[in-house]
């Protein structure tokens, strides 16, 4: 049997990392930078026996509400198509079934998908439930170092949510909001406060629905 130490979570936010490692995962965060997250991934994958890209992610599919969870073993983006092996993929859909959590392919973009129009483009073209900034990169290196993969993740923005310009600022290194860009981009534009609370508190949301599925990886992960 391997121990947890060798599976590891790539997270964006500080946030996120702090949910994973109170459950016992050493987690990496990219902190949004796409190139930075491959970077530090393949800089330890060698001492892993599965990658798992956890944290929050923006709806796709309609139906998703904040706090839904995904449990997926399947990846997809705009350069291909990734899916763990038969029989860790089936071990992943009964974990998902157990929890209550969605099941479908999660898209990996390059760019955050800010409106209504971007997502439900993203939708239509590949099918996926969520989006967020990491599960490709995790799933294509995962797919290099023949190691499986997961995303688990919980909606923070619904498909008919649009982005505020705030929350589109990249984050610091360390995974956490620039206040003083944030606060600056506020003060420019006031009429996004509203949005941007309703996202604060949806946030949290996934952030709060998080612990559970963290929790329940650990069966999953630590019985190869």
């Not at 997809?76 to 089936?90: I, P």
């Not at 079934?97 to 439900?120: C, D, H």
């Not at 981009?185 to 949301?205: D, F, H, K, N, W």
């Amino acid at each position: 049997m391997h121990r947890l130490s060798t599976v590891l979570c790539t997270s964006g936010l500080a946030a996120e990392a702090r949910i994973a490692r109170a459950a016992g995962f050493p987690v990496l965060i990219g902190a949004g930078d796409r190139e930075r997250t491959a970077a530090l991934v393949e800089s330890v994958v060698n001492g892993a026996n599965c990658l798992i890209s956890f944290g929050v992610a923006g709806a796709l599919a309609p139906n998703l509400r904040a706090g839904d969870v995904i449990i997926s073993a399947e990846v997809v983006s705009v350069d291909g198509r990734w899916r763990a092996d038969e029989r860790f993929s089936a071990r992943v859909a009964h974990l998902a079934r157990e929890i209550g959590a969605f099941q479908g392919p999660v898209f990996g973009a390059s760019v955050i998908l800010a409106s209504e129009a971007e997502k439900g483009r993203a939708w239509r073209e590949t099918g996926a439930l969520a989006v967020d900034l990491e599960s490709d990169v995790v799933a294509r290196i995962a797919t290099l170092a023949g190691i499986p993969f997961l995303v688990a993740r919980t909606i923070a923005d619904a498909a008919h949510r649009r982005l505020p310009p705030a929350a589109l600022i990249p984050l610091s290194g360390g995974g956490t909001p620039n206040l003083a860009r944030v606060l600056g981009s506020v003060i420019r534009r006031p009429r996004q406060i509203g949005t941007l609370v309703r996202l604060a508190l949806e946030t949290r949301m996934a952030l709060e629905a998080l612990a559970g599925p963290a929790s329940a990886l650990r069966g999953l992960v630590t019985a190869f």
